[in-house]
């Protein structure tokens, strides 16, 4: 079954330590995304990569950081920079491809990251 | 600027309709999302709606847009248990396949 996978589905970082979130994808698709989701807000963009070796910030970039070496992965590292990373987070892809002109977003299942 | 807001909570009857509304303020968006959350869960995509049409139907699904008032809502017939969640309205601005979300309704549904 083709999906997207996040690992582990619960983290927890000590002060000062950096983390790296896991998201893996088998739907070939060009596009991925991080968001984070804090209680009683939407989603909020961290980054975002529409090819292999390319990424963007999003809204709220500071303190996290990312890599698109292969087109089925796209890590986020959670730095010691970002002093507020208790969040649920979440990774998505979509397609880029014209054809599916509505392209929707399709999301792992999550990553809960608590501070020790 | 870019702004989705909802209702955050919606509370019914088993086998009553559920109406969750949304407005948006980006009148260039192309198209409009709805997704569902369960607790613990990622996004599940529902359903999307075009921007040149009224309403989609899909299923128990009734989507309406009302693009003069950017006013979107999503109805539910004869709401389950099932369907308690939380339900994210979602547009599609930007050039790129950028989606801003509102903050999400919690749909309560209890017997």
């Known amino acids: 079954d083709g999906g997207i996978t996040q690992s582990p589905k619960y983290l927890f970082r000590k002060e000062g330590q950096n983390v790296t979130l896991s998201c893996e994808q088998n739907l070939n698709h060009d596009a991925m995304y991080w968001y984070r989701q804090d209680p009683g807000q939407g989603l909020r963009l961290i980054y975002y990569?529409?090819?292999?070796?390319?990424?963007q910030k999003g809204d709220i970039a500071e303190g996290y950081s990312v890599s698109r070496e292969k087109k089925e992965s796209f890590p986020l590292t959670v730095t010691s920079a970002q002093k507020n990373p208790t969040a649920f987070y979440l990774c998505a892809s979509s397609t880029e491809l014209p054809q599916v002109s509505y392209q929707p977003q399709h999301f792992g299942d999550g990553t809960r990251l608590s501070i020790l | 600027g870019e702004d989705v807001e909802q209702s955050l909570f919606l509370s019914v009857r088993e086998g009553d309709s559920s109406v969750i509304n949304c407005t948006y303020t980006d009148s260039s968006s192309t198209y409009l999302y709805w997704y569902k959350q369960e607790p613990g869960a990622g996004l599940q995509l529902l359903t999307y709606?075009?921007?040149?049409?009224d309403m989609k139907q899909d299923q128990r699904l009734t989507v309406l847009l009302n693009k003069k008032d950017k006013h979107l809502s999503l109805r539910i017939a004869d709401t389950q248990t099932g369907d308690s969640a939380i339900y994210f309205c979602?547009?599609?601005?930007?050039?790129?396949?950028?989606?801003?979300f509102g903050a999400g309704t919690r749909l309560a549904v209890h017997p």
């Open positions: 990569s529409q090819i292999v070796n390319d990424f």
């Open positions: 979602a547009e599609r601005a930007g050039g790129y396949n950028k989606l801003i």
């Open positions: 709606i075009f921007s040149n049409m």
